[in-house]
């Protein structure tokens, strides 16, 4: 594969965005993001939303939001053809130099059959508390994991150790992450 990228996203990324929601999980029949949120994200959210490209073309994203301390990851998805790439390694990674220093923990929800996702949300140290039934409508359940205030403590040390984030205060505007 060529060489991967990250940045925020801009509001004009909102085209790019709505087609990959489709081709990830239109396609299987899945519940698509409604486009209002996608727009919120591209204009008034962005600093915890980030693009991955390849070569320059979109391959995949994440959206999450911060307040009053907690990090909601919502959506990290990137596109069949580079699952397996670097993409959501350098999302994730822009992800947790973007909300350390800002949360002090990180809720996620997946369902249940979502072997890869659950495996990341355990390696970055969340933990499943709870399936909520109908979250997103009638027969949809969803397991709501968490990374408590220890654990973020522990991925920051681990994140700042290995370089992949600098070492103390959060940076104020992620750079673009380049691989």
């Known amino acids: 594969m060529g060489q991967h990228a ?5 509001d004009d990324d909102f085209p790019a965005l709505m087609r990959m929601e ?3 999980f239109g396609a299987d029949g899945e519940a698509m993001l409604g486009p209002y949120y996608v727009r919120l994200c591209c204009d008034f959210f962005s600093r915890y939303c980030f693009l991955a490209t390849c070569e320059g073309e979109p391959v995949g994203y994440l959206l999450s939001f ?3 301390g907690e990090a909601y990851c919502t959506t990290l998805a990137v596109l069949p053809a580079h699952q397996g790439s670097r ?5 994730i990674r822009s992800f947790v130099a973007a909300v350390l220093g800002r949360a002090e923990r990180c809720w996620f929800t997946v369902k249940a059959d ?16 709870e399936v909520r039934k109908d979250f ?9 994991s ?4 220890e654990a973020v ?7 700042e150790r290995l370089g992949l984030i600098p070492t103390g205060a959060a940076k104020e505007n992620p750079s673009e992450v380049v691989q």
Not at 6 to 10: A, G, K
Request: hydrophobic share 45%; charged share 30%.
């Open 136 to 144: 997103y409508g009638p027969g949809d359940e969803r397991i709501i």
């Open 6 to 10: 990250v940045r925020n996203l801009r």
């Open 87 to 91: 993409a959501a390694h350098l999302l």
């Open 22 to 24: 489709q081709e990830i």
């Open 66 to 68: 911060v307040r009053d």
């Open 153 to 159: 403590a522990r991925l920051r040390h681990r994140y």
């Open 146 to 149: 968490c990374i408590d205030t």
């Open 114 to 129: 979502n072997v890869a996702a659950r495996a990341l949300h355990a390696a970055l140290g969340a933990r499943d508390l």
